[in-house]
């Protein structure tokens, strides 16, 4: 069994729910509303495994979410996550961390870092956005694999449409790594863009 964590701030929550609705196999209108992404990326995998000999099958049954939590204030950053030397941000807009593309990335490591550490959890994801493409990580003992989202947004401008196409890249983006990496499928990763993969 692999579990999982999450601290997310862009991404509202909805990774965990997600994943977890993919773990419990919930069918209809309780189902993962990313199931056709998510088959399509194991459909990469099997291929993979059995024309490339480049990875193995992970069953998606096998995961469990240990907790969701929302965190887009510095406060709770601190406080929930434990977080005491957190990524200055460059704005707060009521309480809520507002960086660039460096900072959500540095950011979003130490989110999963700590999601990760204060649940006991396998894997840690952290999600955060500012001002540009936002920052994405999945953490485990031995891997750090940080990314972006592939749409730019202001939360300072606050343009609804903007922010929700950059959360659903987000989303999207998060997913298909987080499936090849249960998969063992780093090639697949390397080949997105925007991706950093640091071996511990």
């Known amino acids: 069994m692999i579990t999982i964590a999450t601290a997310e701030c862009f991404t509202h929550g909805i990774l965990a729910r997600e994943i977890h609705a993919l773990a419990q196999d919930y069918e209809d209108d309780f189902a993962s509303n990313y199931w056709g992404l998510v088959n399509k990326v194991q459909k990469d995998c099997l291929k993979d495994a059995i024309l490339d000999d480049k990875c193995s099958i992970f069953d998606l049954k096998e995961l469990s979410v240990t907790c969701g939590l929302f965190i887009p204030t510095l406060d709770a950053v ?35 870092e700590a999601a990760k550490e204060i649940s006991s959890s396998y894997v840690g ?76």
């Open 78 to 112: 601190k406080s929930i996550l434990k977080i005491n030397n957190p990524v200055p941000p460059l704005d707060l807009i009521k309480g809520i961390k507002v960086y660039d593309d460096i900072g959500d990335i540095e950011m979003s490591i130490l989110m999963a």
């Open 125 to 200: 994801i952290g999600t955060t956005a500012g001002i540009g493409y936002g920052g994405i990580a999945i953490v485990d003992d031995d891997v750090i694999i940080s990314t972006s989202s592939d749409v730019s947004a202001d939360l300072i401008k606050a343009n609804s449409h903007n922010l929700y196409l950059r959360q659903k890249s987000g989303i999207e983006k998060t997913l298909k790594i987080l499936i090849y990496y249960l998969n063992g499928n780093f090639d697949r990763i390397k080949s997105l863009n925007n991706v950093n993969i640091i071996f511990k």
